[in-house]
């Protein structure tokens, strides 16, 4: 896991954690049940965070199967078709983006914007389905 991106009502954190020697900021708030993670898919990124922590995150919710469930899709959305079902907006995850190398020290622009709103995408989701349902 070369990045970890986090996402509040005002700002959004993109950390190369293969960067940064302490993470022990980062590991309370994973382990902090009072504080809810959001996002898409988050089965792989559970595993990985386990891994890299020595324990599973506190309090995920994986909004796929939040809406599977709770809201009757069909089948489970991922963040593309969540932003544009519930947010009525598009956003483009560029192929080359996802692809590039996200161990460099300096992060491309392009990088930078994929993982932010890859961050941001689920937070706003999510408040736009605790508003309406």
């Given at each position: 896991m070369s990045i970890i991106q986090i996402a509040t009502?005002?700002?959004?954190?993109?950390?190369?954690?293969?960067?940064?020697?302490n993470l022990d900021s980062l590991a309370k708030i994973l382990s902090d049940k009072n504080v809810l993670k959001v996002g898409f898919g988050l089965g792989n990124d559970s595993k990985q965070l386990e891994l890299m922590f020595g324990e599973k995150p506190k309090s995920l919710l994986d909004l796929s199967t939040y809406i599977k469930k709770n809201l009757l899709s069909k089948n489970p959305l991922g963040a593309k078709n969540a932003v544009s079902s519930f947010l009525n907006m598009k956003i483009l995850k560029s192929k080359s983006s996802a692809l590039s190398n996200w161990e460099n020290r300096e992060l491309s622009t392009s990088q930078v914007k994929y993982a932010a709103e890859d961050a941001t995408a689920p937070l706003d989701v999510y408040n736009n389905i605790k508003t309406r349902f």
């Open positions: 009502k005002s700002n959004c954190y993109v950390i190369q954690v293969k960067h940064i020697d």
